[in-house]
Nanobody, 118 residues
Framework: QVQLVESGGGLVQPGGSLRLSCAAS????????MGWYRQAPGKQRELVAV???????NYVDFVKGRFTISRDNAKNTVYLQMNSLKPEDTAVYYC????????????WGQGTQVTVSS
């Protein structure tokens, strides 16, 4: 129904910045809230940020003041601007979208690797 493709990951120095993109295609009319998750090796997947169609946002404490989630409905794309990156931010970052109509389930992207290292 919906395909999500993340891009923008890579290798950056501590203190550097990256901007992740998530492009949605398919039946995009079914998309409601979107968000970013991340998963490091040996750790659980964790929520990073979410954004509603109206632009409301929520962030986990460890990224507040450093990361910004945004949404461009015309481009069917969500972004995650990451500043002041730390080595502990290293993970695979996944885009997620949930459906606004029944049946209710989530769409997931394939992930993009972010590595923060000197």
């Amino acid at each position: 129904q919906v395909q999500l493709v993340e891009s923008g990951g890579g290798l950056v120095q501590p203190g550097g910045s990256l901007r992740l993109s998530c492009a949605a295609s398919g039946d995009i009319s079914t998309i409601y809230t979107m968000g970013w998750y991340r998963q490091a090796p040996g750790k659980q997947r964790e929520l990073v940020a979410v954004i509603t169609p109206g632009g409301g946002t929520n962030y986990v404490d460890f990224v507040k003041g450093r990361f910004t989630i945004s949404r461009d409905n015309a481009k069917n794309t969500v972004y995650l601007q990451m500043n002041s990156l730390k080595p502990e931010d290293t993970a695979v970052y996944y885009c997620k979208a949930n459906r606004r109509v029944s049946p209710y389930y989530d769409y997931w992207g394939q992930g993009t690797q972010v590595t923060v290292s000197s």
